[in-house]
C-alpha cells in the first residue's frame, strides 16, 4: 500500500514543533550567524523574494547559505547546469494563466511572419494549486558568486531611518511612557511602547514597535483580523504567531534583526495549535505575508510621493543636496549644497571634495546630471523634511505583566 505524500503545511508544522520543542523556532534565527548580509530566499533568475509557505519552507529546511533558488528550467535558460544528483526542494505554485494558442474567427491557429502559432496569456477561471522543484544557488553550476556584504557596513541611520519613515507613514499611535511594556491595544487602537533608553539598542527598539506594528494591522479598518483574544488562549497564540513570522520577514527586509529572547512564552501554546490544527501554519504564513505588504506599502507610497517632489523641484543647471550623478566612470553624490559653494563624495572610494561653481567638475557634473535625466535628485522637504530618530539608547532591565488581551512584548 502506497504511503500518502505529506502536504507541504504538514511538513513544515512538524519542522516548527520539532524546532519549538527543542527552545527554538525558525524566526528566532541569529540574525548574522554566517557573519554575512542574511536575506530569505528569493528568486535567482527574477530577484523576486518567495513568499508565505514557500518562504518558510524554503527557509525552515535549506541547509545552504546561500538563499538564492532557481528552477531547472530556469537555471538551463540562464546557461547554469543543476549538479548531476542534486536533490530539489518541492514549492507549492498557484497558476493563474495558461498559454494557449490564438485562435481566429473560424477557430484556426493565428501565426506569425514566420508560420509559428502566436500564444496568448488567459486567465484561469479556477487558479490551479501545482507543484514545483526548486534548486539553491549551491546546486547549480555557473551561478554568479552571492554578492556578499557585511551587516557593520549598512550604517545604523540607514537602516532604522527606514523603519522609523514607515512608521510615520501608517499614521499609527504610538505612546511612549516609563514601563516595561510593549502593546498594541485594539479596543484604542494605539500602541504602547516602552521609553527607547530602556531597549538596549536602536535595532532592538524598531523590531519590537514594528512587531506591535504587525498587531496594529489587524484592526478592523485595515486588515481585519481577530484581535480581542484573552491572552494564553489559542486564538491569542495565533494572532502572535501572524506577527512573528511578519516580524521576521520584516527583520530580514529592514536589517533590523529579531530578538528570539521575546517569545519564549508562546512556545507552549504555538506547540499545541500546530499540532491540532497543521494546517494553521499556512494560514499564518500567508497572513504575515499580508501584514508585510501592508506594512511596505507605505514605503512604496512614501517614495511615490518624494519622486513626485523631486520632478518639480529638479533644476539641471546647479548641483543639488542628494544628487547622485554618474560621471565618467563613477558616482558622485553631493552632500551639502549651499549656493556656490558644495560637498561631494566619490561613492566609490568615499573620498570627499569640496567644489565651487568655478570648478571645472563642478561644471562637468552639472553637464552629466542633464544628460542622465534618471540621476537621482534629492532636496531638503520644506514641509517634509525627515525628523531624525533618537538613536541614544541604553541598556535597561525589563519584566512584563500581561494581565489583558493586548498584545504585549518584553524587552
Known amino acids: 500500500m502506497a504511503t500518502e505524500t505529506k502536504k507541504m503545511y504538514e511538513l513544515v508544522a512538524e519542522k516548527i514543533i520539532e524546532q519549538l520543542k ?7 534565527k541569529p540574525w548574522n550567524s554566517a557573519g554575512t548580509d542574511y536575506s530569505m530566499p528569493y528568486n535567482a533568475v527574477t530577484g523576486n523574494p518567495y513568499k508565505g509557505l514557500n518562504a518558510l519552507y524554503l527557509h525552515l529546511f535549506s541547509p545552504y547559505q546561500d538563499p538564492r533558488w532557481a528552477t531547472f528550467k530556469q537555471a538551463e535558460s540562464e546557461g547554469w547546469q543543476v549538479q548531476k544528483g542534486a536533490k530539489g526542494f518541492m514549492i507549492n505554485f498557484v497558476k493563474t494563466h495558461d498559454l494557449r494558442t490564438k485562435l481566429d474567427e473560424h477557430k484556426r491557429p493565428v501565426t506569425d511572419a514566420e508560420g509559428k502559432p502566436i500564444k496568448i496569456k488567459v486567465e484561469l477561471a479556477n487558479p490551479i494549486i501545482t507543484k514545483a522543484w526548486v534548486f539553491n544557488a549551491e546546486q547549480i553550476k555557473g551561478i554568479p558568486a552571492l554578492p556578499v556584504r557585511d551587516v557593520a557596513d549598512i550604517e545604523l541611520w540607514e537602516k532604522v531611518s527606514r523603519a522609523e519613515n ?14 516595561d511594556r510593549a502593546f498594541y491595544s485594539p479596543l484604542f487602537d494605539k500602541i504602547n511602547m516602552p ?4 531597549f538596549e539598542s536602536a535595532d532592538r527598539y524598531y523590531s519590537t514597535l514594528l512587531h506591535e506594528l504587525g498587531h496594529w494591522t489587524g484592526h478592523h ?7 480581542v483574544n484573552r491572552h494564553g488562549s489559542p486564538d491569542y ?3 502572535e504567531l501572524r506577527a512573528e513570522i511578519a516580524s521576521m520577514i520584516l ?3 529592514l536589517k533590523i534583526g529579531h530578538d528570539p529572547q521575546q517569545h519564549i512564552a508562546y512556545v507552549d501554546s504555538w506547540i499545541k495549535v500546530l499540532t491540532d490544527t497543521p494546517y494553521e501554519i499556512h494560514a499564518a504564513a500567508a497572513d504575515a ?3 508585510f505588504d501592508y506594512v511596505m506599502d507605505f514605503e512604496r507610497k512614501l517614495e511615490e510621493k518624494q519622486e513626485t517632489t523631486r520632478a518639480l523641484d529638479y533644476n539641471p543647471n546647479t548641483l543639488q543636496k542628494g544628487d547622485i550623478i554618474k560621471y565618467n566612470g563613477t558616482s558622485y553624490e ?3 549644497a549651499e549656493k556656490k559653494n558644495f560637498l561631494i563624495q566619490d561613492l566609490t572610494n568615499k573620498h570627499k571634495v569640496q567644489l565651487t561653481t568655478t570648478d571645472g567638475l563642478f561644471n562637468s557634473l552639472v553637464d552629466a546630471k542633464r544628460n542622465n535625466r534618471n540621476s537621482i535628485s534629492v532636496l531638503d522637504k520644506h514641509n517634509d523634511k525627515v525628523v531624525e530618530p533618537d538613536y541614544s539608547i541604553s541598556t535597561a532591565d525589563a519584566k512584563i505583566s500581561q494581565a489583558d488581551n493586548s498584545f504585549k512584548r518584553k524587552i
Do not use: C, F, M, Y
Request: no cysteine; net charge positive; hydrophobic share 35%.
Open 237 to 239: 497564540a495565533r494572532e
Open 166 to 179: 514607515i512608521i510615520k507613514a501608517s499614521g499609527a499611535k504610538i505612546e511612549h511612557v516609563a514601563g
Open 22 to 28: 527543542l527552545g527554538t523556532a525558525p524566526w528566532q
Open 221 to 227: 479598518s485595515r486588515l481585519d483580523r481577530d484581535l
Open 195 to 198: 521609553n527607547r533608553p530602556q
Open 251 to 253: 527583520g530580514n527586509e
Open 334 to 336: 553631493v552632500l551639502e
Open 289 to 291: 505575508q499580508r501584514i
